[in-house]
């Protein structure tokens, strides 16, 4: 297992099986029993949390990675290895997850005066 790679996840109902994106550091899953992962989903929204995945990336139709769900699964739960994605996709999945967690309204990572969220002790 490497990050970048895309496999099949048997998740608790209602998700089933479906593809996940592994998110986790390489070193991770030598010592870890869970990973970080992303769903995949053919539902396109056009959303800047999303990453376009399709056939020139080893998939068999067109989806995307949606990086507004990210989740820490068992290890346990991976099943099949589908496809890795080559470096210009994954540079694309740390450029959006950088827009999800840290209030940039586009991918060129211009802070969003109404994105930004006011910082408060718990």
């Given at each position: 297992?490497?990050?970048?790679?895309?496999?099949?996840?048997?998740?608790?109902?209602?998700?089933?099986?479906?593809?996940?994106?592994?998110?986790?550091?390489?070193?991770?899953?030598?010592?870890?029993?869970?990973?970080?992962?992303?769903?995949?989903?053919?539902?396109?929204?056009?959303?800047?949390?999303?990453?376009?995945?399709?056939?020139?990336?080893?998939?068999?139709?067109?989806?995307?990675v949606n990086?507004?769900?990210?989740?820490?699964?068992?290890?346990?739960?991976?099943?099949?290895?589908?496809?890795?994605?080559?470096?210009?996709?994954?540079?694309?999945?740390?450029?959006?997850?950088?827009?999800?967690?840290?209030?940039?309204?586009?991918?060129?990572?211009?802070?969003?005066?109404?994105?930004?969220?006011?910082?408060?002790?718990?």
């Amino acid at each position: 297992m490497r990050q970048g790679e895309i496999g099949w996840a048997q998740l608790p109902a209602p998700l089933n099986l479906r593809p996940v994106l592994l998110l986790s550091r390489d070193e991770a899953y030598r010592v870890r029993t869970q990973a970080t992962v992303a769903y995949l989903t053919t539902r396109i929204r056009d959303i800047a949390a999303e990453v376009r995945l399709g056939q020139e990336d080893g998939l068999p139709q067109p989806c995307v990675v949606n990086l507004d769900n990210i989740n820490t699964i068992r290890l346990a739960r991976l099943r099949e290895r589908i496809t890795a994605l080559p470096p210009s996709k994954m540079r694309a999945v740390d450029l959006t997850v950088r827009v999800v967690t840290e209030g940039y309204h586009d991918r060129r990572l211009r802070p969003c005066e109404w994105c930004r969220v006011r910082v408060v002790r718990w």
